[in-house]
T-cell receptor, first 114, second 114 residues
Framework: EAQVTQNPRYLITVTGKKLTVTCSQN?????MSWYRQDPGLGLRQIYY???????DKGDVPEGYKVSRKEKRNFPLILESPSPNQTSLYFC?????????????FGEGSRLTVL | GENVEQHPSTLSVQEGDSAVIKCTYS??????FPWYKQELGKRPQLIID?????GEKKDQRIAVTLNKTAKHFSLHITETQPEDSAVYFC?????????????FGTGTRLTIIP
């Protein structure tokens, strides 16, 4: 089954404790990205990756890091989480080819930073 | 960058009636306009998209219309059913870029009243 898998789905942590949210896709997609969803603000892009070893900042990258060592994996790293990073996070992937197309989202990871 | 405004933020309609959600955008070069549906607790999923070489696209009870001159596009849902209750996001992109330049609206929570 084609899918994007995120872990953990739910996490409560404390300020300053490093955490990683994993994302894996089995569709051989080149493009992967991370979004955060907050009430009234919609989906905002954090980071994206056009291919292995190619990453770039989205609209709200502060406080986050990513890496793309393998095509299927795109982890999101919060080195020192703060309460304003409490949010619902979605990983997404798609084909590239120079034109926008359907994004396939993971099930989401709800993060609470105390 | 692109600025996308989505209205209304909440919408309640009687079952069987029609629902319309509107998005405006700022960049006249934008030419890709998808709509995503997010059911409660689920991931966003693409329901319909339109590219600027057409003014309208239909898929059963849903349709999207585009007015490039006025820079707005709308989602129309006819004969609404309880399963249409969800949050709907519009997005705007450009065909000479991939999904890295996709900008989402802030979402509309649609409630269908039985």
């Amino acid at each position: 089954e084609a899918q994007v898998t995120q872990n953990p789905r739910y996490l409560i942590t404390v300020t300053g404790k490093k955490l990683t949210v994993t994302c894996s896709q089995n569709m051989n997609h080149e493009y992967m990205s991370w979004y955060r969803q907050d009430p009234g603000l919609g989906l905002r892009q954090i980071y994206y990756s056009m291919n292995v070893e190619v990453t770039d900042k989205g609209d709200v990258p502060e406080g986050y890091k990513v890496s793309r060592k393998e095509k299927r994996n795109f982890p999101l790293i919060l080195e020192s989480p703060s309460p304003n990073q409490t949010s619902l996070y979605f990983c997404a992937s798609s084909q590239t080819g120079g034109a926008p197309g359907e994004l396939f989202f993971g099930e989401g990871s709800r993060l609470t930073v105390l | 960058g692109e600025n996308v405004e989505q209205h209304p933020s909440t919408l309640s309609v009687q079952e069987g009636d029609s629902a319309v959600i509107k998005c405006t955008y700022s960049d006249s070069a934008s030419n890709y306009f998808p709509w995503y549906k997010q059911e409660l607790g689920k991931r966003p999923q693409l329901i319909i998209d339109i590219r600027s070489n057409v003014g309208e696209k239909k898929d059963q009870r849903i349709a999207v219309t585009l007015n490039k001159t006025a820079k707005h596009f709308s989602l129309h849902i006819t004969e609404t059913q309880p399963e249409d209750s969800a949050v709907y996001f519009c997005a705007v992109g450009r065909s000479n870029f991939g999904n890295e330049k996709l900008t989402f609206g802030t979402g509309t929570r649609l409630t269908i009243i039985p």
